[in-house]
């Protein structure tokens, strides 16, 4: 079965500094996909950054990247230089598998509200 | 380009009622799923479509249906509304080969 755990109710960060936000799964796929959206109150689910199992190198998309270590079967955001703009709901989702003649539904963490003061 | 677009944004209906939710995806995109939030939780699959056809289904009755038209445009259609319902239902279009998935500003539905 797929799982995606993410441990961390609530971050806090100050703005400017980097946060990370942890996520582990579980899957005995061997395609999967990583993925990490950002929900503000709005409720819009907005795309942050993909990370494939086969992509030798972590995915980066401007000041988000995304710590893939796949023996530890792991998917850490890493917000860099954080604004007042990314307070928001942040989950983790895996998709698997990830290709071919089936696409797998996502699966989704509880999420972790992230908080960013001045 | 337009990312993946749902109509409408709120809608309020009365138990018993049937609904229907639209979705257009992003350019190109080829396969289009359905999501129930409700609040405070994670997103749940309810469907999957590609070519025209139900895919995948999660774990939702036969009160929630669906349908994709040939320019990838879908809908969901829920029957006989009871309060449980409530939530906020989101589209996400993608390829079938993988890659990137986006989803829409979602249908915040309730149900009185």
């Known amino acids: 079965a797929q799982k995606i755990t993410q441990t961390q109710p609530g971050m806090f960060v100050q703005e400017k500094e980097a946060v990370t936000l942890d996520c582990t799964y579980d899957t005995s796929d061997q395609s999967y996909g990583l993925f990490w959206y950002k929900q503000p109150s709005s409720g819009e689910m907005i795309f942050l950054i993909y990370?494939?199992?086969?992509?030798?190198q972590n995915a980066t998309e401007g000041r988000y990247s995304l710590n893939f270590q796949k023996a530890r079967k792991s998917a850490n955001l890493v917000i860099s230089a954080s604004q007042l703009g990314d307070s928001a709901m942040y989950f983790c989702a895996m998709r698997a598998p990830d290709r071919g003649s089936t696409l797998g539904r996502l699966y989704f963490g509880r999420g972790t509200q992230l908080t960013v003061w001045p | 380009d337009a990312g993946v677009t749902q109509s409408p944004t709120h809608l309020i209906k009365t138990r018993g009622q049937q609904v229907t939710l639209r979705c257009s995806p992003k350019s190109g995109h080829d396969t289009v799923s359905w999501y129930q939030q409700a609040l405070g939780q994670g997103p749940q699959f309810i469907f999957q479509?590609?070519?025209?056809?139900?895919?995948q289904r999660g774990n939702f009755p036969d009160r929630f249906s669906g349908h994709q038209f040939p320019n990838y445009s879908s809908e969901l259609n829920v029957n006989a509304l009871l309060l449980g319902d409530s939530a906020l239902y989101l589209c996400?279009?993608?390829?079938?080969?993988?890659?990137?998935?986006?989803f829409g500003p979602g249908t915040r539905l309730t149900v009185l």
């Open positions: 479509y590609y070519e025209e056809e139900e895919r």
């Open positions: 996400a279009s993608s390829l079938l080969r993988g890659g990137e998935q986006f």
């Open positions: 990370q494939g199992s086969y992509d030798e």
